[in-house]
């Protein structure tokens, strides 16, 4: 059993920043490859980020490269997304999610994960 738990959404002005964060416990603090991941309304999921906690690899998708930042801290289990210069077009629900691969090529491509957190919604306003 284990579990991931974001925190952190909320509504800011465009310009703004926000950090979610997401927190593992049991079993998912095992995981190495973290995403972030965003949903709006009417829209397809999106990933946003990805790390490999074992080399501290990420990247980014093109809508977010050089505004948003994914950290993680072994001692916290937690995983971070620092986001700034926030636009309107980056409302949507967040989501982790997280699991265990290898080699770390394994983790930009993996699509299905075995934890993922209930979301926190992130709201910018123009």
């Known amino acids: 059993q284990g579990q991931l738990v974001e925190s952190g959404g909320g509504s800011v002005q465009a310009g703004g920043s926000l950090r979610l964060s997401c927190s593992a416990s049991?079993?998912?603090?095992?995981?190495?490859?973290l995403k972030w991941f965003r949903q709006a309304p009417g829209k397809e999921r999106e990933e946003v980020a990805n790390i490999f906690t074992n080399s501290g690899e990420s990247n980014y998708a093109d809508s977010v490269k050089g505004r948003f930042t994914i950290s993680h801290v072994d001692a916290e289990n937690t995983v971070y997304l620092q986001m700034n210069s926030l636009k309107p077009e980056d409302s949507a629900m967040y989501y982790c999610a997280g699991d265990s691969v290898w080699p770390s090529s394994r983790c930009q491509l993996k699509k299905n994960f075995a934890y993922w957190g209930p979301g926190t919604r992130v709201t910018v306003s123009s």
């Open positions: 049991g079993r998912a603090v095992y995981n190495n490859c």
